[in-house]
């Protein structure tokens, strides 16, 4: 089955740049989505079809991806970024088709 | 507004069965994909089932011949049957709208399924 590989952490300064990456085979062919989540919480969508903001979701958040790499951009990170976020795709050749990534958690120094 | 609410969680020995909920107001689960996903304590989201609008079926190998979603349209709701659980199935379950680009939406708050002798 499909495999996601996310780094298990990132820390960045506030007001600098975050860059999360999820790792699959030719995952460029592939809509990738994002996902944060706060301890406690359910997971919230940040970026859909891998660089689609959801409706309330600031500007500082981003996607790309290409070849074998997905990245989730955070600009100006703010305290409020602190959070576990997971990559997500559908694989439609498989039948257990949806496959998370491993989760990378962002602590905001 | 869509909300989605599980219930039917809770504490149950290794070998029984639990069924959840998942309560969905603001939307039909007979037009929509409907999942379940599960986080163990500590770790990171794994996707559990899916019901698509066709009725049809899908399950992760981990839970596959053990655990049966179905839905009741007259209710907008939908069910995960969870049979010969064991420790590792201990986890908060999520129910989830899986939108057309099979990305998830809409997802309820969790509810807690503990497998403990």
């Known amino acids: 089955s499909y495999v996601l590989t996310q780094a298990p952490s990132v820390s960045v300064a506030p007001g600098k740049t975050a860059s999360i990456t999820c790792g699959g085979k030719n995952i460029g062919t592939k809509s990738v989505h994002w996902y944060q989540q706060k301890p406690g919480q359910a997971p919230v969508p940040v970026i859909f079809?891998?660089?689609d903001r959801p409706s309330g979701i600031p500007e500082r958040f981003s996607g790309s991806n290409s070849g074998n790499t997905a990245t989730l951009t955070i600009s100006r990170v703010e305290a409020g970024d602190e959070a576990e976020y997971y990559c997500q795709v559908w694989d439609r050749n498989s039948d257990h088709p949806y496959v998370f990534g491993t989760g990378t958690k962002v602590t905001v120094l | 507004e869509v909300q989605l609410v599980e219930s039917g969680g809770g504490f149950i020995q290794p070998g029984g069965s639990l069924r959840l909920s998942c309560a969905a107001s603001g939307l039909s689960v007979r037009i929509n994909y409907m999942t379940w996903v599960r986080q163990a304590p500590g770790k990171g989201l794994e996707w559990v089932s899916a019901v698509y609008d066709d009725g049809s079926t899908y399950y992760a190998e981990s839970v596959k011949g053990r655990f049966i979603i179905s839905r009741d349209t007259s209710k907008d709701t939908v069910y995960l049957l969870m049979n010969s659980l064991r420790p590792d199935d201990t986890a908060i379950y999520y129910c989830a709208r899986a939108a057309a680009g099979h990305h998830f939406d809409y997802w309820g708050q969790g509810i807690l399924v503990t497998v403990s002798s």
């Open positions: 079809y891998d660089s």
